[in-house]
DNA sequence: CCATTTACCGGCAACCTTGTCGGTTTTCTT
DNA sequence: AAGAAAACCGACAAGGTTGCCGGTAAATGG
C-alpha cells in the first residue's frame, strides 16, 4: 500500500501515455520506441550538452530512423519538452524507489539512521545518477533559453509541489513545523547539487566534511522541528 | 597596500600577456584585440552553452574578422583554453575587489556584520555575476567532455589553492582551524551555487531563508574556531 | 628607408544539423 | 479480405560550423 500511495502521487507528474497505459499492440509498440527515443534524447543530454544535442544523434542512438523520430517528434523542441517529462518523472521515482526500498530495512531504534538522516544519504546518491545529471544540464541551459525555460520551468514548479507533498507524508514528525521541513530539503538539494559540480575540484576528503555539516544541519531542523 | 597584496596573489591565477603587461603599440593592441575576442567568448557562452559556442559567432561580437581569429587562437579549443584562464581570473577579481572596498566601510563594532557575514554577502553577490555564470558553463560541460575537462580542471584547483591563501589572509581569527574555514568556505560556495541554479524554482522567500541558515552555520562555525 | 615580422582579412571545402516530404510497411477496423 | 490509419523510412535542400590558407596592411628594427 505504501508504493500504491506512491504510484499516485507519481502520477500528478507523470508524462501521460506510458506504455502501460495501453493494450493495442501498435499503440504500445509506438509508446515504446517513443521512450527509447527519450532515453536515446537523455543520454545525448548528458554527453554533449544541450546545445549540443542533436536530433540526428539520437535518432541514431535510439536505433531509429530520423522519420519515425519525426513522427513522434515534429522538431527539437518537441522532443526537449517531452525529454523534460521524462527526465523529471524518472527523478522522483529513482528516488522514492530507493526510499521506500530503504525505511523497509532500518532499524527504528538506531539514533545515527533516523529516517531524515537517511534521506539525505540517499538524496546525495540520487544526485549522482543520470537523470540527475540530464536535470543540471536542462536547468543550467534554461537559464538563457527562453524557449527552454518556457518548458523548463514550469516542470520544476510542479516538481517541487509533489516533491513537498512527498516529503510531508514521509515525515510526519514534521507537520507541526513545515517551513522547518522545507528549509531542511532546500537546503539538501541546493547544497548537494553545488557539491556535485565541486565535488571534483575538492576533493573526496572535504566532500564528505561537508555532508558532515549537512548532516548536522538538518538534524538540528529536526529538533527544533520537534517542539 | 591591501590592494597591492592582493594584486600579488590575483598574479598566481593570471593570465600572462595582459594588455598593461606591454609598451610596443603593436603588441598592445594585439592584446587588446585578444581581450576583446575573450570577453565576446564569454558572452556567447552564457548564451548559447559550451556546445553551442561557435567561433563565427565569437568573432562577430568581438567585431573582428574570422582571419584574425584565427591568428590569436587557431582553433576552437585555444579560444576555450584562454577563456578558462581568463574567467577565472575576473572571477577571482571581481570577489576581491568588492571585498576589499566592503571591508573598508563597515563598523569593526557592529555585531551583525562580522567579515565572515559580509563575505557570505559578498560572495552571493558574486555568484550572479556574468563571470560566475560562464564559470558555471565550464563546469557543467567539462563533467562530460574529457578535452574540456583537461584544461578546466587544472583550473579550477588552482583557483582554489589561491581562494583558500586568500581566505587564511582575510580571516586571521580562524587560523587555528584552518579545517574549519575551509569548511565554512566550503558549504558557502556549494549552497549558493545550487541555489543560483534552483532559486528561480523555489523563488525568493525560501532563497532567503537558505542564506539565513546559511549565515548561521557560518557563524556557529566561526565560533567553533574561537576555541 | 627597406626588409621582416606581426596583425588582420575573407573566401573555400568538408562536414553536420534541421526540417520537410513522398513513399512503404505494419497494424487496425469492418 | 480490403480499405483506412498509423508507424516508419530515407533522401533532399538550406543553412550553419570548423579549419585552412593565400594575400594585404601596419608596425618594428636595423
Redesign the pocket.
Known amino acids: 500500500m505504501v508504493a500504491a500511495r506512491r504510484d499516485m502521487a507519481l502520477r500528478k507528474i507523470r508524462p501521460s501515455g506510458g506504455p502501460e497505459d495501453f493494450e493495442?499492440?501498435?499503440?504500445r509498440?509506438?509508446s515504446l520506441?517513443r521512450e527509447s527515443i527519450l532515453d536515446a534524447a537523455v543520454d545525448s543530454l548528458v554527453e554533449s550538452g544541450y546545445a549540443g544535442?542533436?536530433?540526428?544523434?539520437v535518432a541514431r542512438r535510439a536505433g531509429?530512423?530520423?522519420?519515425?523520430m519525426?513522427?513522434?517528434f515534429?522538431?527539437?523542441?518537441a522532443l526537449v519538452r517531452g525529454m523534460i517529462e521524462h527526465v523529471f518523472y524518472r527523478r522522483m521515482r529513482h528516488f522514492l524507489d530507493d526510499f521506500v526500498a530503504q525505511l523497509k530495512v532500518i532499524d527504528p531504534d538506531d539514533e545515527t539512521l533516523q529516517p531524515h538522516v537517511i534521506a539525505v544519504e540517499l538524496h546525495w546518491h540520487s544526485v549522482q545518477s543520470r537523470e540527475f545529471e540530464a536535470y543540471l544540464r536542462l536547468a543550467v541551459a534554461a537559464r538563457n533559453d527562453a524557449e527552454l525555460a518556457e518548458a523548463f520551468d514550469p516542470a520544476a514548479r510542479r516538481y517541487d509541489e509533489v516533491w513537498l507533498e512527498e516529503m510531508d507524508h514521509a515525515f510526519p514528525q514534521w507537520r507541526s513545523a513545515p517551513e522547518l521541513m522545507r528549509l531542511a530539503s532546500d537546503v539538501t538539494q541546493a547544497l548537494q547539487l553545488g557539491l556535485l559540480i565541486n565535488g571534483s575540484t575538492i576533493g573526496e576528503e572535504r566532500v564528505r566534511a561537508i555532508q558532515d555539516e549537512l548532516v548536522g544541519v538538518v538534524k538540528r531542523l529536526a529538533e527544533a522541528a520537534k517542539r
Open positions: 493495442r499492440w501498435q499503440q509498440k509506438s520506441t544535442l542533436s536530433t540526428n544523434d531509429v530512423s530520423r522519420g519515425a519525426h513522427h513522434h515534429p522538431n527539437r523542441i
